[in-house]
């Protein structure tokens, strides 16, 4: 079992950024992809980001590639997504996810792990 806690959402301007964390714990982490995905209201769970635990490679949605960053702290078993040039599109609520799949992917099915999700929320 994994267990994922998110943190760092809130109210932000257009144009602000903000930081999620997601602390896991439970079994090992080196053969995990740790995801975040994302939920508008009215609309479907869509991939955001996702890292590799094992060598660090990451791959992003098209639509926050160049904005967001997702990285990793081993030391603190914590994966953050660092979200910049926020638009109100990306207001919803973020889930931290994990996986022993690998490659991970980017399709909600093919996680088993989730947390309960942080709520973004990007003001015009």
Same mark, same amino acid.
């Given at each position: 079992? @994994?267990?994922? #806690?998110?943190?760092?959402?809130?109210?932000?301007? *257009?144009?602000? +950024?903000? %930081?999620?964390? $997601? *602390? =896991?714990?439970?079994? /090992?982490?080196?053969?995990?992809?740790? =995801?975040?995905? %994302?939920?508008?209201?009215?609309?479907?769970?869509?991939? @955001? =980001?996702?890292?590799?635990?094992? &060598?660090?490679? +990451?791959?992003?949605?098209?639509?926050?590639?160049? %904005?967001?960053?997702?990285? %990793? &702290?081993?030391?603190?078993?914590?994966?953050?997504?660092?979200?910049?040039?926020?638009?109100?599109? &990306?207001?919803?609520?973020?889930? $931290?996810?994990?996986?022993?799949?690998?490659?991970?992917?980017?399709?909600?099915?093919?996680?088993?792990?989730?947390?309960?999700? /942080?709520? #973004?929320?990007?003001?015009?």
């Amino acid at each position: 079992q @994994v267990q994922l #806690v998110e943190s760092g959402g809130g109210l932000v301007q *257009a144009g602000g +950024s903000l %930081r999620l964390s $997601c *602390a =896991a714990s439970g079994r /090992t982490f080196s053969s995990l992809t740790m =995801a975040w995905f %994302r939920q508008a209201p009215g609309k479907e769970r869509e991939f @955001v =980001a996702a890292i590799r635990w094992s &060598d660090n490679i +990451s791959y992003y949605a098209n639509s926050v590639k160049g %904005r967001f960053t997702i990285s %990793r &702290d081993n030391a603190k078993n914590t994966v953050y997504l660092q979200m910049n040039s926020l638009k109100p599109e &990306d207001t919803a609520v973020y889930y $931290c996810a994990a996986t022993y799949l690998s490659p991970g992917g980017a399709s909600p099915s093919q996680y088993a792990y989730w947390g309960q999700g /942080t709520q #973004v929320t990007v003001s015009s």
